[in-house]
């Protein structure tokens, strides 16, 4: 289990998907497509990866304040992930999903999670986020690579 800091609580529910481990910091200004829910930018490791449904885990958010617009406009198009994981928490990103939730509009958790904890589980590994554990869904989940 991995045990964060709570950003955003999200809507209280316990939260459950597969694991989406991004390989490097992400730009959500000008490297994530909203409508597609996808990571549009060429020079991402993971371009082309889509983040809906997923529990995304990201080492740190890079940049923009119009990061917060990005992940607003994820939520409204119903195309975000089902929980963020952040190496490094990151306020405008949280920002994002607290306005969302503002204008009515479903939040989804945020969690700043120690990083080197999450590297140890399997990508693709169904996670359970339930306030500010993190679990995998059933038996094993640490990676052996």
């Known amino acids: 289990m ?4 709570v ?4 809507d ?7 694991l989406l ?3 490097a910091p992400l730009s959500f200004w000008g490297g994530v497509d909203p409508v597609r829910g996808t990571v549009s930018d060429p020079r991402h490791p ?4 889509s983040l809906a449904g997923q529990v995304v885990a990201v080492p740190s958010a890079v940049g923009s304040s119009s990061s917060s617009a990005i992940m607003l406009e994820l939520i409204r198009e119903g195309t975000a992930p089902r929980a963020l994981l952040l190496g490094r928490a990151d306020a405008i990103v949280a920002l994002g999903v607290v306005v969302a939730r503002e204008l009515g509009l479903p939040a989804l958790p945020v969690l700043e999670v120690p990083w080197a904890e999450v590297a140890e589980l399997a990508e693709g590994v169904e996670l359970v986020v339930d306030g500010g554990d993190v679990r995998v869904s059933g038996s094993g ?4 690579d």
Not at 7 to 10: D, H, I, N, S
């Open 2 to 5: 991995v045990t964060g800091r």
């Open 7 to 10: 950003l955003v609580a999200g």
């Open 12 to 18: 209280g529910e316990v939260v459950r998907g597969p």
């Open 21 to 23: 481990r991004l390989q």
């Open 46 to 49: 993971d371009y082309g990866r």
């Open 141 to 144: 989940g640490a990676s052996r």
